[in-house]
């Protein structure tokens, strides 16, 4: 008898979200029969999640449906809040988090960041963003992070798995401007660097 499993996400929780039929089987396995393929996900990141209960519309998890948008629709300004009382999708502190251990720093220090924690013995993997694309330095993995925000938020979390299966135990990134994409895909890779629950 096949099992048939139907969610948002099908990944494990509070691993990196698949964005294609293989990063799904990669993550379940033989857990489940049959993965239908319906190509590789247009935005990559989830959805946004808005609550409109109150008397100002608040998102709760933003996503590939960005804030100005949802503004100049509904013609007001919405908060963003870091916390909410709402459970929604990915709200744990740690979320969307590959095996590496995610570290968070400003764009000018990813470099000698990244050459100390290679120096100290960890196989690093490197965000590096596109206006460095230049800068030297010693990592085990880089991942150069498009221009686009579009094209990043459709990649992230392709390169957070490219990251892990190259090995890395610690990956160093920074966040974009919080404009656009930028805001959903800074609140993953926050999640991301989130702390990790001790077993």
């Excluded at 409109?52 to 998102?59: L, N, Q, S």
Aim: hydrophobic letters at 40%; aromatic letters at 4%; a negative charge.
């Amino acid at each position: 008898m096949s099992r048939c499993v139907t969610a948002p996400s099908a990944n494990r929780f509070g691993s990196v979200s698949p964005t294609t039929a293989n990063d799904v089987r990669a993550e379940l396995g033989d857990v489940v029969d049959f993965v239908l393929d319906g190509g590789p996900c247009e935005v990559g990141v989830e959805s946004t999640i808005v609550d409109v209960t109150g008397e100002i519309p608040t998102i709760l998890r933003p996503g590939g449906v960005t804030r100005e948008d949802l503004e100049a629709v509904l013609g007001c300004p919405l908060t963003v809040p870091s916390t909410s009382r709402v459970p929604v999708p990915g709200q744990h502190p740690s979320h969307y988090a590959p095996r590496a251990r995610v570290v968070l720093v400003e764009p000018e220090k990813i470099v000698a960041e990244a050459q100390l924690a290679q120096e100290l013995g960890h196989q690093v993997g490197v965000f590096l963003p596109f206006s460095f694309a230049d800068a030297p330095g010693k990592a085990h993995a880089v991942v150069a992070v498009p221009d686009s925000m579009a094209a990043y938020a459709r990649g992230l979390y392709g390169f957070l798995r490219e990251l892990d299966q190259q090995g890395c135990d610690l990956i160093i990134a920074s966040l974009p401007v919080e404009e656009g994409l930028g805001l959903a895909i800074a609140n993953r890779l926050r999640r991301a660097a989130g702390p990790r629950p001790t077993v």
